[in-house]
């Protein structure tokens, strides 16, 4: 979408880049949701790399519509802004890659064990299910514990 339509559309203008970046964002929002990767860390590291394209659309837009005889932006430091930004997913996925090392992962899962452990809250989203019975609607007793059947 970003390389391929986006070429037809308004070649050089404003919306070109309105709609990139709309295209963006929507990708964005669905890795987001979605977390379509194996690995967490490679959720984040898709979300990063999203977020840096929307960054870099945005300062793309600001410079394309600042008007060239009063400029609003310095285009300079919007360059470095850029640069900055772009560099931050390079980091990301370097850490990432020291983190595939066996060494590395073991003293991570170490420490995030360690913190979970600490932790008094509970890492669970469901709420425990007694061991009582209850009737259902035919009058019959059923098992709560049981796994229930959702198509009556």
């Not at 929507?26 to 394209?53: E, G, H, R």
């Not at 452990?117 to 098992?143: C, L, W, Y």
Request: with cysteine.
């Amino acid at each position: 979408m970003l390389t391929g339509a986006m070429t037809i559309i308004e070649p050089g203008s404003s919306a070109q880049l309105v709609i990139a970046l709309l295209v963006v964002l929507i990708n964005m929002l669905f890795v987001l949701k979605l977390a379509p990767f194996v690995d967490d860390a490679d959720d984040y590291l898709s979300f990063l790399t999203s977020f840096q394209m929307l960054l870099t659309l945005l300062g793309g837009l600001l410079i394309k519509t600042d008007n060239p005889a009063d400029p609003t932006y310095d285009a300079g430091m919007v360059g470095i802004v850029l640069i900055v930004v772009n560099s931050f997913g390079f980091i990301a996925l370097a850490l990432s890659l020291i983190a595939l090392h066996p060494k590395v992962r073991a003293c991570l899962n170490n420490c995030s064990k360690s913190k979970v452990a600490r932790s008094d809250v509970s890492q669970t989203q469901v709420m425990p299910i007694s061991n009582t019975k209850s009737t259902n609607e035919d009058g019959d007793d059923k098992d709560d514990n049981k796994l229930k059947n959702w198509e009556t």
